[in-house]
């Protein structure tokens, strides 16, 4: 099956400055790949996603970038904020017939003000 | 406030007692997912269903059980046998459609005493 490995377990940033995410997965049949925001207390949350025929995705402060051939996808955060502070989890799956989802095992992202 | 919901949000049992959780869903979704979330370790997969009366293991499915008698309705069973169940449970739900967005509930904290 999918295996996702994700690091770091925590990063620290001062705010202002970029944050980046790592992420790689085994399974080269993987072709839709989330990203979700878990702030303290909360549910998680899809913040940005991106598939596999596509190698960059933007949104405002938040980008992901994939690299098909290698097996590994980034999330970047720039001029980072104070609410961007939560648990961040990459994930990864195979639309071809089912959901299943595999997520990494999580980001603790702290911006120290 | 429609959504995804789940019952109770913290729950203490004995141990050698069985224990339901409930997750409801007003979104019309097909598929629904029971998630364990431990420190460290991310989002497991414990269960999932893509339709109603039916339903498949996931990564950790040892020691739990489901049904999926209705769309809206998904509810765990944590067993005896789980020899582990203190954790955080999230359960969430998605359109059946490839590429979908998995929608969360608010999760049951269970804690065996």
């Known amino acids: 099956g999918e295996n996702v490995e994700q690091h770091p377990s925590t990063l620290s940033v001062q705010e202002g400055d970029s944050a980046v995410i790592k992420c790689t997965y085994s399974?080269?049949?993987?072709?839709?790949f989330p990203w979700y925001k878990q702030e303290l207390g909360k549910r998680p949350q899809l913040i940005i996603d991106i598939r596999s025929n596509v190698g960059e995705k933007k949104d405002q402060r938040i980008a992901v970038t994939l690299n098909k051939t290698a097996k590994h996808f980034s999330l970047h955060i720039t001029e980072t904020q104070p609410e961007d502070s939560a648990v961040y989890f990459c994930?990864?799956?195979?639309?071809?017939?089912?959901?299943?989802?595999?997520f990494g095992t999580g980001t603790k992202l702290q911006v120290i003000p | 406030d429609g959504g995804i919901t789940q019952s109770p949000k913290y729950l203490f049992r004995k141990e050698g007692q069985n224990v339901t959780l409930s997750c409801e869903q007003n979104l019309n979704h097909d598929a629904m997912y029971w998630y364990r979330q431990d420190p460290g370790q991310g989002l497991r997969l414990i269960y999932y269903s893509q339709i109603v009366n039916d339903f498949q293991k996931g990564d950790i499915a040892e020691g739990y059980s489901v049904s999926r008698e209705k769309k809206e309705s998904f509810p765990l069973t944590v067993t005896s046998a789980q020899k582990n169940p203190t954790a955080f449970y999230l359960c969430?739900?998605?359109?059946?459609?490839?590429?979908?967005?998995?929608?969360f509930g608010p999760g049951t904290r269970l804690t065996v005493l």
């Open positions: 969430a739900s998605s359109r059946s459609e490839t590429y979908n967005e998995q929608f």
């Open positions: 399974d080269s049949a993987s072709n839709y």
């Open positions: 994930a990864a799956s195979w639309s071809g017939g089912y959901q299943k989802v595999t």
